[in-house]
């Protein structure tokens, strides 16, 4: 670990001569593992706002353009909204990919043979946390792996037909332990509850096998009371179980494992009535039943939401716990059709009417939109439960109890034209989760059509833009489903095989950022099930559409590689694409060298250009008329609607002044992001910390000069392959980056007291530290691998010149620590320096500087890099080694510091502290052996 403590130092030379000057390099070279502490905290400090931006970027009711739970908007009446991603390979042109091939297992032999036994009723559908399907035939419910065709198994204990079916995770205590499951059966006269257990053994030819096996009889039943139940849902997080009734009523299954004088074991709850409603005689009830035919629960807000036969949607709050319930609101179909053509101009109410699907939207995708209906024709309607969180507040994990019920905004189909009766459908069945939509159709009597919708393109796009795909599927879909395997068989499935590793089973976060995840995780799958069988296939991530087109072309010269960085993606997030497939096949010579060639071909080059001119008070720069002007590299949305091929489309132009600093399109979409903006210093004031001139009240006064003054600086545009690796390292350390470095043990800590017993005091992080080495030390290979001059880059008398160490040097007659420009960092570039130098007489000009900085910038990312991974080695040391005994070790100082310390501040740590590590995991050796 020595470059640990040699990194912050600066290096020290003898004085330099300018007859040995190079016209590029100063002849002394860095020390290979230097890093001045200022340029590690600015780095840290861009990688932070990287993680931020992105995260910000992908708050959905910013993308639907909405301001408030009272300013409706819609989207998807042009084909503005559904760009045509059209590619054109070497010998055939057809549609961005969206989906792998579909795999096809058909239904066991053996329950096909059922069917024929049918006399009143069958239903089939998918639990894809067990890889399960099931198929119900009057009284009978069989099950079978979904994946192979294996392990049938089937349950006969019940007398009358299933109606509905439903798989539960118990409640605490309430069935014998080792018990993961229940599964949830509604006849006419009763609703059982039975255990399921999972049996796992090896067969003969190395097979393992996990039997699923269910209690004999059920452990908790109710009467129905001459309820027909026509739904059931469960939360996962509490073990209710809540079901939808033919009068129109939700209620609730309680169960418990014991009984009282004031409570049974089990019972039957109504939610839907007050504890009073028995005393209103049923005559005076004028209201017909509306069946309940679907519920759905948000458990990240504890929401619960009904949509019953006639379209209407009720509203529940379950109380901060999960464990209440209390009715909020609800909407009919005609006032949801009413609101919704209004917002359309149209008399059309059928448009919006059948409402055949509802789902909830998390709180990770939105935190201000709380559900989505589809309609027949495949009309998305968004809903809010409560007034709009502000922009400040979203980082909070605090959630204002539901208090309203709203229409916030209309999606049109792509197949919908609004000025003629010429429309598609109807959509027979939806599922919509996380930016995928799937719509459902009949392509003939006995087939279905799927169309898939998929805005994962689109992320960083102001607007709500969407690719799509159609594709055919044999039979009537019963059910569709993502399968989302559990973290715990995420881990254990890495821990068996090194390639099943993933970001999230390396970090043990449950909802890793999406941004992060797309390059990081594996694609989304997903299985659909009919009477032929059980289609699985995975959606493709951009990674993996990038990569077919690569392969498909055969290297980067096309059209559909080119589609990346002109229709789909600003330069630097396309680079950042091409730099994860080159690292994602680093086995693969031919891909890896194809993805490389790509990432330096379409990323631009470094430019200088004069500094834009500010109206001082205005949130927005002004550009000169008389300087060129590139939409893909301005960093400041300038409130023109762009074309349909333009990467930035900010449609409503009187947002723009007052939300720059959040409409941005990309992560690279303003001054103090990917851009480096040089700001005016002066000789006097070079050492003070600049800030990019985006508002008045957050300029130093030294730096509000005259407009003349304004008019002679200049500003640095990096290329898209260097802001690239920042976008890349950003979304690799997003999952950790705000996590605590350490978890405090079981009475670790002294009663009333911040000190800590020796030996109990905390361990790391549950995380996977190998992993993030490994990834690190891909990213700085490939540095290495494609920036060779790195290898002898020494202290640059140019930049020396440019921001202002030239006459510093002089005078002191001796060497500098070396100063490159960083990503956000401002620094000095005066417009008569640089006309000195372009008009010295040296092979100078402004593309050389400009190359000669940003080569400096991504040095200084190397050495960061560089640092990084030792510190994730010492890292791992300590944690191979037993970290809560090391940590005894330290003073209780320390120990505070890193009990309350985030990863990201353990990235910046200083060499006190980590020499004290050290010094306590030599203490700790020296201890065992002497």
Request: proline share 4%; charged share 20%.
């Amino acid at each position: 670990m020595s470059g640990i403590h040699s990194m912050l130092l600066s290096p020290t030379s003898k004085s330099m001569s300018s007859s040995n000057i190079n016209p590029m390099l100063v002849s002394n070279p860095l020390l290979s593992s230097s890093i001045d502490e200022k340029s590690q905290k600015d780095i840290t400090e861009i990688l932070n706002k990287c993680i931020e931006n992105s995260r910000n970027l992908t708050e959905f009711s910013k993308v639907l353009q909405i301001d408030n739970i009272n300013a409706p908007t819609i989207s998807g009446h042009t084909e503005f909204y559904y760009p045509n991603l059209t590619c054109q390979f070497s010998h055939f042109q057809q549609e961005l990919p969206e989906i792998s091939k579909l795999k096809h297992v058909p239904i066991p032999a053996e329950l096909l043979e059922q069917f024929g036994q049918m006399q009143i009723n069958c239903a089939m559908g998918l639990f894809t946390c067990i890889s399960r399907a099931w198929l119900t035939i009057d009284n009978l419910i069989f099950f079978w792996n979904y994946e192979d065709g294996s392990d049938i198994c089937f349950y006969d204990n019940l007398l009358e037909p299933i109606l509905a079916v439903e798989l539960f995770v118990p409640k605490e205590g309430t069935f014998d332990d080792g018990v993961e499951y229940g599964l949830c059966l509604a006849t006419n006269s009763q609703v059982a509850l039975l255990s399921v257990d999972f049996i796992r053994y090896t067969k003969g030819n190395g097979a393992i096998v996990n039997e699923m096996r269910f209690s004999p009889q059920p452990v908790y039943s109710i009467p129905t009371d001459n309820l027909i139940i026509n739904s059931l849902r469960s939360a996962k997080s509490t073990g209710r179980i809540f079901m939808g009734a033919k009068d129109g009523s939700l209620y609730e299954f309680f169960y418990q494992n014991q009984t009282s004088w004031f409570s049974s074991q089990t019972k039957k709850i109504n939610l839907s009535h007050s504890k009073f409603h028995y005393l209103v005689p049923s005559f005076l009830s004028f209201t017909d039943a509306d069946s309940i035919v679907q519920i759905e629960i948000d458990e990240t807000r504890n929401i619960l939401y009904t949509r019953s036969e006639n379209s209407t949607i009720q509203v529940f709050y379950l109380g901060s716990n999960g464990m209440d319930t209390s009715k909020i609101s609800s909407l009919s179909c005609n006032s949801i059709a009413s609101k919704a053509a209004n917002l359309l101009n149209s008399n059309d109410k059928n448009l919006f009417m059948p409402l055949i699907h509802i789902s909830a939207v998390k709180q990770s995708e939105s935190k201000n939109i709380n559900l989505v209906a589809v309609s027949q024709f495949g009309i998305r309607l968004y809903f809010s439960v409560s007034p709009f969180e502000q922009f400040q507040q979203m980082v909070s994990p605090c959630q204002a109890p539901p208090s309203t019920f709203q229409l916030v905004h209309v999606r049109i189909s792509s197949s919908i034209e609004l000025s003629s009766h010429h429309r598609n459908g109807p959509v027979s069945s939806a599922y919509i989760n996380n930016g995928i939509s799937l719509m459902v159709t009949q392509r003939d009597d006995q087939n279905d059509t799927v169309l898939l919708l998929n805005r994962d393109l689109f992320l960083l796009h102001n607007n709500y833009k969407e690719s799509k795909s159609i594709f055919d599927i044999d039979g009537r879909i019963w059910s569709c489903e993502e399968i989302v395997p559990s973290l715990n068989a995420i881990r254990s499935a890495a821990l068996e095989n090194d390639n099943l590793q993933t970001i999230k089973s390396a970090t043990g976060i449950e909802n890793i950022p999406k941004l992060s995840s797309e390059y990081f995780d594996t694609p989304r799958r997903f299985a659909m099930i009919t009477p032929q069988g059980c289609f699985m296939w995975n959606k493709m991530r951009p990674i993996d559409q990038l990569t077919i087109c690569l392969r498909e072309s055969n290297g980067p010269n096309s059209d559909s590689v080119r589609l990346f960085f002109n229709k789909i993606y600003e330069k630097s997030e396309a680079c950042s694409l091409c730099l994860a497939v080159a690292l994602n096949h680093s086995g693969d010579a031919r891909l890896f060298e194809w993805a490389t060639q790509a990432y330096f071909m379409y990323s631009g080059e470094p430019e200088i250009r004069k500094k834009s001119s500010y109206t001082f008070g205005s949130a927005n720069p002004v550009i000169q008329s008389n300087q060129p002007f590139n939409p893909q590299n301005s960093l400041i949305d300038s409130g023109m609607e762009q074309n349909e091929n333009s990467i930035y489309d900010v449609t409503m132009m009187n947002r723009v002044q007052a939300k720059t600093a959040f409409n941005s399109v990309s992560i690279l979409n303003s001054p103090q992001q990917m851009s480096t903006p040089i700001v005016m210093r002066t000789k006097d004031n070079f050492q003070a910390q600049s800030r990019p001139l985006r508002n008045q009240s957050n300029i130093p006064a030294h730096t509000v000069g005259s407009a003349q003054q304004q008019k002679n600086e200049c500003e640095i545009y990096f290329s898209g392959k260097h802001d690239a690796i920042y976008i890349y390292l950003s979304r690799l350390l997003s999952p950790i980056w705000d996590l605590k470095l350490l978890n405090e043990l079981p009475g670790s800590r002294m009663q009333d007291s911040d000190t800590f017993d020796v030996g109990i005091f905390a361990t790391f992080a549950d995380i996977q530290i190998q992993w993030f080495l490994n990834k690190l030390n891909e990213i700085r290979s490939f540095i290495e691998l494609n920036y060779p001059q790195l290898k002898t880059v020494q202290h640059s008398h140019v930049t020396g010149s440019l921001f202002g160490f030239g006459e510093q040097i002089a005078q002191s007659g001796s060497r500098v620590a070396p100063k490159f420009a960083t990503q956000f960092q401002s620094l000095a570039l005066n417009q008569h320096a640089l006309s000195n130098l372009t008009s010295s007489g040296l092979p100078l000009t402004e593309k050389k500087i400009a190359e000669e900085i940003e080569l400096g910038s991504i040095y200084l990312m190397k050495q960061f890099l560089n640092r990084t991974i030792e510190i994730f080695g010492l890292w791992k040391i300590l944690d191979d080694h037993k970290f809560h005994f090391i940590s005894a070790k330290l003073d209780k100082q320390s120990q505070l510091m890193l009990m309350n310390m985030q990863i990201r501040n353990f990235l910046m740590s200083d060499d006190s502290l980590l020499d004290q590590l050290i010094t306590a995991l030599l203490y700790r050796y020296l201890f065992i052996f002497f």
